[in-house]
C-alpha cells in the first residue's frame, strides 16, 4: 500500500465549475500538507500549504486536512481553462530533515 | 519563475552509462533535494543536501549519488543507467526548515535507451 494515494483520473469539467481533488494518506507522523500544480514540461509550483487538520482559503483556492480520517482535499471554484494540469498533494512529518512524499497527481482538464 | 534552473532540458543515453544532471538555485537555499518523476507517476524522492553534506535519502540505490557545491549548485549523478531509470528529474531548492515553500526547477528529462 502507498502511503499517499491519489485518483489519477483524468478529471474533466466544464468552466465554471467547482472541482473537489482528494488524496488519502496512511503514515500518522504527517502533519505538513500541500497542493502543488504542474503543467506540462514544467515543475511542480506550490498552490496551497496546511499544517495539521484545518482549512485554508487562498483565493478561489480551499484546502481541507482532517487527520481523523487522513484525508485531505483541494477545492477550486470557478474553474478556468488556465486551471489545467496536474495536481499533486504532498505531504511531510515534522522535525529533522524534510522528505516530502507525494501522491500521484490528477490531471484536471477544464473546457470552456 | 522560480529561480531554479536545470540543465540539460533533455538527455538521450543507452543502459550502462552514465550520467550527470545540473542543478542551480537561488543564492541562500542552502538545501536542495532531487527528486525522480516518472511518467504519469508524482515526484519521488531521491536525496536531499544540506550544507554540502547529504542529509536524507529516499529508496534509490547508491549509484545514485549527488554533490552540493558551495555557490547553491548541485549536481545528480546515476552510475549503470537502466531502462527504468527514464523519467523526469526535478530539484527544489529552499532554506533549511521551510521545506513547504521549496521551489522547483523546470526538470531534466533522462531517456535510457
Known amino acids: 500500500q502507498k502511503e499517499v494515494e491519489q485518483d489519477p483520473g483524468p478529471l474533466s469539467v466544464p468552466e465554471g465549475a467547482i472541482v473537489s481533488l482528494n488524496c488519502t494518506y496512511s503514515n500518522s507522523a504527517f502533519q505538513y500538507f500541500m497542493w502543488y500544480r504542474q503543467y506540462s514540461r514544467k515543475g511542480p509550483e506550490l498552490l496551497m500549504y496546511t499544517y495539521s487538520s484545518g482549512n485554508k482559503e487562498d483565493g478561489r483556492f480551499t484546502a481541507q486536512v482532517d487527520k481523523s480520517s487522513k484525508y485531505i482535499s483541494l477545492f477550486i471554484r470557478d474553474s478556468q481553462p488556465s486551471d489545467s494540469a496536474t495536481y499533486l498533494c504532498a505531504m511531510r512529518g515534522s522535525g529533522g530533515y524534510q522528505k516530502v512524499t507525494f501522491g500521484t497527481g490528477t490531471k484536471l482538464q477544464v473546457i470552456p | 519563475e522560480t529561480g531554479v534552473t536545470q540543465s540539460p532540458t533533455h538527455l538521450i543515453k543507452t543502459r550502462g552509462q552514465q550520467v550527470t544532471l545540473r542543478c542551480s538555485s537561488q543564492s541562500g537555499h542552502n538545501t536542495v533535494s532531487w527528486y525522480q518523476q516518472a511518467l504519469g507517476q508524482g515526484p519521488q524522492f531521491i536525496f536531499q543536501y544540506y550544507r554540502e553534506e547529504e542529509n536524507g535519502r529516499g529508496n534509490f540505490p547508491p549509484r545514485f549519488s549527488g554533490l552540493q557545491f558551495p555557490n547553491y549548485s548541485s549536481e545528480l549523478n546515476v552510475n549503470a543507467l537502466e531502462l527504468d531509470d527514464s523519467a523526469l528529474y526535478l530539484c527544489?531548492?529552499?532554506?533549511?526548515?521551510?521545506?513547504?515553500?521549496?521551489?522547483f526547477g523546470p526538470g531534466t528529462r533522462l531517456t535510457v535507451l
Open positions: 527544489a531548492t529552499h532554506f533549511a526548515g521551510v521545506t513547504d515553500t521549496q521551489y
